[in-house]
C-alpha cells in the first residue's frame, strides 16, 4: 500500500540554524501538506500546496518557513532560522483530493 | 473559522467496554469529516471518515455517524482491545479554494486496560 515518507526521523539543531525537513508524498496525489503538533497539543495546519504554489497558509507560516516540490516526488519543508519555539513534532500528509494521508512525522528539537 | 471540539481525556477503560468519544464541530459549509488515529510514538492514521449528513463512517470495529442537525460526530466502538490505546483526533475539512486543509480537535488519549 503506498504511503507518504518523511526523513529525517529526528533532527536536532542549535536556534537560529536552517533545517530542511523532506517529505515524499503518495506518487499520484495532487494535494499536500505541513502540519505541526507541539507536545502535548493538538495538531496545527501550516501550510497546503497545489499546482506548484502555496495554496493556503496559517499565521504560524511566516516569513522563517518556506516549501518546495523541487524534483516532482519530494516536498520540503524549511525553516531559516530556528527558534525554541519551533520545537515540534512536524507531518507531511498528502491527498489526491479530500482524504489526507499522513507520514509517521519528523521530530524536531530546537536547542 | 471552523472549529472541532472534542470530549477531554485521558479516557480508561477496561477491555470490551464500550467507548463513546464525543466529537462537535463547527463549519461554514458542508464539510467531511475524519477521525484519525495517533499510536504512541507513530503518526496519523486515518481511522474513518464520512463525506455528507448522515453518513456512517467505520473501520477495525469503530464507527461514527455525520449528525448535521447536532454538528456532531461520535465516534463508538463496542468493545475496546487493549491495542486501541492511543490518541484519537477528530478532525474536519472544507474546501477552501485548491486545498482542502484539515482542522484538527485537541486529541482524546484513550488507554485500555486488560
Known amino acids: 500500500e503506498p504511503e507518504v515518507t518523511q526523513t529525517p526521523s529526528h533532527q536536532v539543531t542549535q536556534m537560529g540554524q536552517e533545517v530542511i525537513l523532506r517529505c515524499v508524498p503518495i506518487?499520484?496525489?495532487?494535494?499536500f501538506y505541513w502540519y505541526r503538533q507541539i507536545l502535548g497539543q493538538k495538531v496545527e495546519f501550516l501550510v497546503s500546496?497545489?499546482?506548484?504554489?502555496?495554496?493556503?497558509k496559517s499565521e504560524i507560516f511566516d516569513d522563517q518557513f518556506s516549501v518546495e516540490r523541487p524534483d516532482g516526488s519530494n516536498f520540503t519543508l524549511k525553516i531559516r532560522s530556528t527558534k525554541l519555539e519551533d520545537s515540534a513534532m512536524y507531518f507531511c500528509?498528502?491527498?489526491?483530493?479530500?482524504?489526507?494521508?499522513f507520514g509517521p512525522g519528523t521530530r524536531l528539537l530546537v536547542l | 473559522g471552523d472549529s472541532v471540539t472534542q470530549m477531554e481525556g485521558p479516557v480508561t477503560l477496561s477491555e470490551e467496554a464500550f467507548l463513546t468519544i464525543n466529537c462537535t464541530y463547527t463549519?461554514?459549509?458542508?464539510?467531511?469529516l475524519f477521525w484519525y488515529v495517533q499510536y504512541p510514538g507513530e503518526g496519523l492514521q486515518l481511522l474513518l471518515k464520512?463525506?455528507?449528513?448522515?453518513d456512517k463512517g467505520s473501520n477495525k470495529g469503530f464507527e461514527a455517524t455525520y449528525r448535521k442537525e447536532t454538528t456532531s460526530f461520535h465516534l463508538e466502538k463496542g468493545s475496546v482491545q487493549v491495542s486501541d490505546s492511543a490518541v484519537y483526533f477528530c478532525?474536519?475539512?472544507?474546501?477552501?479554494?485548491?486545498?482542502?486543509?484539515?482542522?484538527f480537535g485537541k486529541g482524546t488519549l484513550l488507554t485500555v486496560n486488560p
Open positions: 500528509a498528502s491527498s489526491e483530493i479530500q482524504t489526507q494521508y
Open positions: 506518487s499520484n496525489h495532487l494535494y
Open positions: 500546496f497545489y499546482n506548484n504554489e502555496i495554496s493556503e
Open positions: 463549519a461554514t459549509g458542508y464539510p467531511s
Open positions: 464520512a463525506t455528507k449528513a448522515d
Open positions: 478532525a474536519l475539512s472544507e474546501r477552501g479554494g485548491s486545498n482542502y486543509k484539515l482542522t
